[in-house]
């Protein structure tokens, strides 16, 4: 996947969720095609809930979350959700079972995201996914310090099929406009947003921006809502810069 585009596509190719209708998906375009032009003046491009809420049910997903002992057990979506709260959050973090170590954009953004989630468990329910198996999530996430998240295993399932967490869910349109070259797989960094209700579990946002091409000379910006790191440099007088994340800042390669 190309980290920065050369040239502005002619035509939006739009990713569909499970079960969305036409009509949301058609919203939904317009609202990436808004986004898309808003992203070269801003880091943080918010999509309107009115033009972006969808009609897709969720499916029946197992996850693997630690359980007593340590043990991983097997969970269903809908367990995801605490008592009283009926958002849930759901960030795919690339630490797939091929990666040797995990994306440094996905660690740092979750270095963050460890600390605030004791704040955002007072109000919504969150989760971290990943494709490789739980012990191996586990043993890097005490590797960083993380305390707080929610981590879980997709290994064996199909949420990042249905939802976007890897390409393998893409159409050719949309693989052929992100550059992905045929054999080609990726786990990627979505965000996306469930709500329970009386007529079960609904999907309700997703960070669709991920897979538009960003304008020229600038790289993806789907999640920096949500980043520290990006928003407190966007307020510096030297901006971003060159600045690439990593694992380790003190090691020669840092990767």
């Not at 995990?102 to 004791?118: E, Q």
């Amino acid at each position: 996947m190309a980290s920065l585009a050369k040239s502005a596509p002619q035509a939006v190719q739009h990713i569909h969720f499970p079960n969305e209708a036409l009509t949301i998906a058609e919203n939904s375009i317009s609202c990436l095609s808004r986004g898309w032009s808003c992203a070269a003046k801003s880091s943080a491009w918010r999509p309107s809930v009115e033009h972006c809420r969808r009609a897709a049910k969720s499916r029946r997903t197992m996850f693997s979350r630690a359980g007593t002992g340590g043990k991983p057990k097997r969970v269903r979506l809908s367990e995801l959700f605490a008592p009283g709260k009926d958002t849930l959050a759901i960030y795919s973090f690339m630490f797939g079972p091929e990666r040797e170590r995990p994306c440094p954009g996905c660690t740092h953004f979750l270095d963050g995201l460890d600390g605030a989630s004791r704040h955002i468990y007072q109000r919504i329910n969150l989760a971290v996914v990943a494709k490789s198996p739980l012990p191996r999530i586990l043993s890097f996430a005490k590797e960083r310090g993380w305390r707080w998240l929610q981590l879980l295993s997709t290994a064996g399932n199909a949420y990042d099929r249905d939802y976007f967490g890897d390409s393998t869910g893409l159409v050719p349109a949309v693989r052929k406009q992100q550059d992905f070259k045929g054999g080609e797989e990726w786990d990627m960094p979505i965000l996306n947003v469930f709500r329970r209700g009386r007529d079960g579990i609904r999907h309700f946002w997703g960070s669709e921006l991920l897979y538009v091409p960003p304008e020229p000379g600038q790289e993806y910006r789907h999640n920096d809502l949500l980043d520290p790191v990006w928003n407190m440099f966007d307020l510096a007088p030297e901006g971003r810069g060159d600045f690439q994340p990593k694992l380790d800042y003190t090691s020669g390669s840092g990767k």
